[in-house]
Nanobody
C-alpha cells in the first residue's frame, strides 16, 4: 500500500512561515488527488488544501492567500508552503493521497501520520 510520510512541522511565531513536505512510497503506480488536512485539539479534521493530478488546487477559505499547495510527481511528493501563520493554524497536519501500487492496482485513499504545527509567541 502507499505510505505517506510528512515532515517540516514545528514551532513558529505568528507571521512566520513553514513548508510541509509529504513523500509517498511503496511501489507507487499512480497518484491522483493529493492534499493536506489538519486537526486542532478538540476539533474535527478539516481540509486545508488539495491538488489534482492535473495541478488544479483548492483551499479552505481560512488559508487562501497564505498557503500554497504544490506537487512534484517525479518525487511522488506534495508540499504545503504556509506563510503569515496565525495561532489558529496550530494543529496536526495530515497528508493524504489517492493512489495505487503495483501490488494493489485499484486506487484508494491513504493518510500520513501527521506533523505538528504550533504557532505561538
Amino acid at each position: 500500500q502507499v505510505q505517506l510520510v510528512e515532515s517540516g512541522g514545528g514551532l513558529v511565531q505568528p507571521g512566520g512561515s513553514l513548508r510541509l513536505s509529504c513523500a509517498a512510497s511503496g511501489g507507487i503506480r499512480t497518484l491522483a488527488d493529493m492534499g493536506w488536512h489538519r486537526q486542532a485539539p478538540g476539533k474535527q479534521r478539516e481540509l486545508v488544501a488539495e491538488i489534482t493530478r492535473g495541478g488544479t488546487s483548492d483551499y479552505a477559505d481560512s488559508v487562501k492567500g497564505r498557503f500554497t499547495i504544490s506537487r512534484d510527481d517525479s518525487k511522488n511528493s506534495v508540499y504545503l508552503q504556509m506563510n503569515n501563520l496565525k495561532p489558529e493554524d496550530t494543529a496536526v497536519y495530515y497528508c493524504n493521497a489517492v493512489g495505487s501500487t503495483w501490488n494493489r492496482p485499484s486506487e484508494s485513499l491513504y493518510w500520513g501520520r501527521g506533523t505538528q504545527v504550533a504557532v505561538s509567541s
